[in-house]
């Protein structure tokens, strides 16, 4: 449904508006991109070439120095493969144990009807907007007493718990699309509940469970906050600590934090390339409908 | 729905919400009881161990048939000679302490009993002996009896004494790239001496800081040693550390060092390692020498200094400042406030708002003289202090404030080149000891002691100062040990007009070290904000204190 | 569809048992934890609430310097002055690039790019923020230089007038993308039929836009307020890596104080769980405003 500008009067003053109109585009774009630009740049050269402007091409060296030197932690001790590790092995389960879990609660909330469904489904919702400080001091404690602090069991837990608000919302809109007569008529041939739901609906939520892997796999990746607040051992820190240790670091080095930068942002990236329209989907599945 | 369905419903509903007030209730109690269950658990198992030491302490038979074969024993009856022989433990790890018995059957009393272990120790002629197995492996322990009449009789016990499992102690400390090289050295040396390798993990400021606390806290510790350099952080850990009286001779540190790891009772929590001090400005001699510069002997030379470089045309501004997280910065105030409010100004505003406050005319002379030279442009904007250091040899500033590790940055050319010279008229020096800390949870207390004895004494500071940037605590270091620039900052460090006085932040720490620093970042780019500086601090420092 | 009530219940009991353990129960417990005295454990009111708010060390207003106009301006200013650059800028560019990057060729492409900054974590998009304003090798203070303004070359971040602005702007080009694709879904939502009518009737481009387009975005642009809001006010991992609060605590916000209070000797649990409830009693109650907007519309 694209409106097309051209079509409101055929003048040569039109086509002018036209190329205004791409050059505008195409240079806020390149604006946004340079940052990228430079970081990449930064990466592949050597550190003295860049220290003083990545765009100075006096003397130009491709090197992959920085990345290896990141990826193992030679200059700077905090190696990221086992970070990178560490990130996978709490967003993979981040990712999928509350998809069933959110799934199981929101088909309850949008095909049973129960008294206190409007209350819970109420506080679901509510707890959305609550920001991740509110819950850290309990949980901490919490996860020290379950002796479950400085585990990656612990933050997959709490990123779990973390996510299913909005997931239980958005899988509940989505349930709440698909046609009825499809599980009654299964009910009819008596079916259970649970076999309904697992046989029948959750094959046809395809599409919107991609789009909660997509976000909830970006969303627990990037990660921040929990993790830094959760994992104290060093060698057990995930990617995105690891970035900031370098940074308040000793010694300072452009071209090996491109690098890192690269590195732990090409996952969600890769992630993002993949799911694209799920992802798009997903976040724009509340704005539209308002 | 049917009014049956809809009681249903209600009851339903309301059984959910009671599930969901006792999780709730039961997630809040049961917090409270993990913790009371780990007291219990550790009671009962104090207990259960002291009903087994009980138990193994009685000599009598642990089984039916043991018992079958004493009473038979007993009897007279006309059977050839046999002996059984029995051990407890059969395996264990080593060093092994196993209890022996020989049971004799028939033959004729009285016997003699000869045991011989299979690990080349000397016999035994007791009946029930006990035998320490010192290393590990398979031994036959062979019992031979003779009864009266001369028939003998043996049987054999086999025995497996296990290497015990390897341990590797954890080392944690804040040192990294050639700092860390050097470090590593000298623990290479103590697993050659010991035979217990140690793994170092390399922290930044703020992980160490934070991080272990919360893991005291939590009960548990992945390090078996810790290296800081915060007395007064150490104090707050004092009740999750090994206290140090009885590994280290108090006396061959340096007074200061000791007491400031000292608590009220005079029971010390850690052993000083590494003595760091930051002499004073470091600068060029060739760049000196090329432009007619002299080092200054008191302030007003000092002033004339920094006018002059800052004069030279190849010059950015006279004097570099670092930056990271901000102690650079601190360390040159802390010249200033010693410098020209003395030392034990320092000292006061380390023991707190209670003998000094922040804004106090003293203080806020001190700084102004600061802020004269910084409103002055002599000083650059804080950077990266790593990277200064390159433009400091590249001539783009004059001088550098910067601590004795200076001399082993790679950014220095040729340390031949490198000179210093004090805080005019100074009496004060910042020095920073690194301490090392075992902690109560230590995963293997007794080789971390080893390793603390190892790390405060001469050997191995000896071999720190060999590789250079390094001051040893212990007075047994030979001075020839150090290197020639080295041996000038440590007689400079070591007169008798010169105090060594804890680094201000790092004596204080907390909150305050961070407001510390985030204010100075401030002051450097605005000196005119001076007043709010002081009152800030001031506040900050009364906040620690709760 | 109805059934027996016990299959919802048990569908439910795995989410409401999560959810019970590890957000509801640590959010009662929090509120309780901010009305507690430290070490004693006493109920003191709200006086965490006062001390955090003018009290502290770096309260959450410094009324002294708001008079003035000066940083640090506490922290709830600086959350709020936030919110007051960030949300217009994120709205305009995003409705701008939405807009412009319809018609042009490989739009799509670009909208992807620019949406990379959404995916990006942001520790790193701090470290991109301190790259670019870096002194010697920063883009900021080259392109500055070049168009003559040399004298303005300084690193944003060290100064306190600039340490919170360079943050925002830095967060903007992070956040104009989540915009950018809400408001290009939103636009693909309004039916061709009003533009033909338009067309018909004769309406310039510019009557076009006000009159047509952008009321039928209104409630697209509710979300995108709502959602902006919410993260304007958590914001924490760019703050703690591009500038740590500073100079001076000119950049601190809201989470990242409360994070300090809470994780730094000498410990407070009862500040920072005040801190973190006023944080919540801001995005709580925004949040419940714009859901009632929402459903009004």
Known sequence: MKVDFSSFAKTLRTRKLTIVVHAIAWGIAFIWIIPFLGVFMSSIRPYEEVQFGWWNFQSFHLTLESFSDVWVGKTSSFPLNSAMMSSLIVTIPSTFIPIGVAALAAYSFARFSFRTKDMLFLIIFLLQAIPQQMVIIPVYTLMNNLSLLNTYMGLILLHTAFGLPWQILFLRNFFSTLPVEVEEAARVDGASYFKIFYKIVLPMSLPALASIVALQFVWVWNDFFFALTMIQTPSMRLATQIIPANVGRLEKNWSLLSAASIIVTIVPVAIYAALQRYYVRGITAGAVKG | MTSVRRTFDSVLAILLIIVIIISGVGVYYSSAIMGKLDEVSTNQANLSEAIISINTTQATSTSLLEALLEAISGLNVSMPLVVIGSATPTSGVAPLTVSLKAVPIGGTPSYTFEWNFGDGMPTSSERTPTHNYTSAGTYTATITITDSVGASASDTVTIKATAAAPVTLTVFSLWGGSEEKNFLQCLGNFTELTGIPVTHYHYTTEDLLIGVPMQLRAGSSIADVIIAPWPAWILELAPYLISVNDLIDSAKYPVNTINAVKDANDVIWAAPFKLSGKPGFWYKKSFFAANGLTVPTNYTEFKTLLATIQGISSIEQAVASGDTVGWPLSDTTEAFIMGLGGYQLQEELITGPSVRNWTDPEVKAAFANLTELLTAGYFSTPADWTDQITKFWNEKYGIYFMGSWMTTMSQIGDVNDLDFFGFPDTDGVGGSVDYVIAPKYAPHPDEANQLLQYLAGPDAQTIMVGLGGFFGTHDDVPETAYTPLDKKVLDFISQSTIHIVSDLDDAIGGKFQTTFWDQLKLLWVDPSKLDDVLNTLQAAALAQQT | ?297
């Open chain 3, 1 to 297: 569809m109805k059934g027996r009530t016990i299959t919802p219940i048990l569908f439910l009991i795995p989410a409401f048992f999560l959810l019970m353990l590890f957000v509801f129960y640590p959010i009662v417990d929090t509120i309780y934890i901010s009305f507690l005295k430290k070490g004693t454990g006493d109920f003191i009111g709200l006086q965490n609430y006062r001390h955090v708010l003018f009290g502290a060390v770096y309260p959450l207003v410094n009324t002294r310097n708001i008079v003035l106009g000066e940083f640090p301006m506490g922290s709830l200013i600086h959350n709020i002055l936030w919110i007051a650059i960030h949300l217009p800028l994120t709205m305009f560019f995003g409705l701008l690039l939405a807009v412009l990057l319809r018609d042009v060729k490989g739009g799509a492409i670009l909208k992807s790019i620019i949406f990379l900054g959404m995916v990006t974590p942001l520790v790193v998009g701090g470290v991109l923020l301190r790259f670019m304003l870096d002194v010697d090798a920063g883009v900021a203070n080259v392109v500055l230089r070049d168009i003559g303004l040399g004298s303005f070359v300084r690193d944003w971040r060290a100064f306190p007038d600039t340490a919170l602005i360079s943050v925002i702007l830095g967060s903007v080009w992070i956040w104009t993308g989540f915009c950018m694709i809400v408001y290009s879904a939103g636009l693909q939502g309004i039916p061709v039929e009003l533009y033909e009518a338009a067309k018909i009737d004769g309406a310039s481009r510019w009557k076009t836009f006000w009159r047509i387009t952008v009321p039928m975005l209104k409630s697209t642009t509710l979300v995108v307020v709502t959602m902006t809001v919410l993260w304007e006010l958590k914001v924490f991992d760019m703050v703690f890596v591009a500038t740590q609060g500073g100079p001076g605590g000119a950049s601190r916000v809201l989470a990242y104080d409360m994070w300090l209070e809470g994780f730094y000797t000498p410990y407070n649990f009862g500040t920072a769980a005040a801190m973190a409830v006023f944080l919540t009693i801001l995005t709580f109650g925004f949040a419940a405003y714009m859901v009632s907007r929402m459903s009004k519309s």
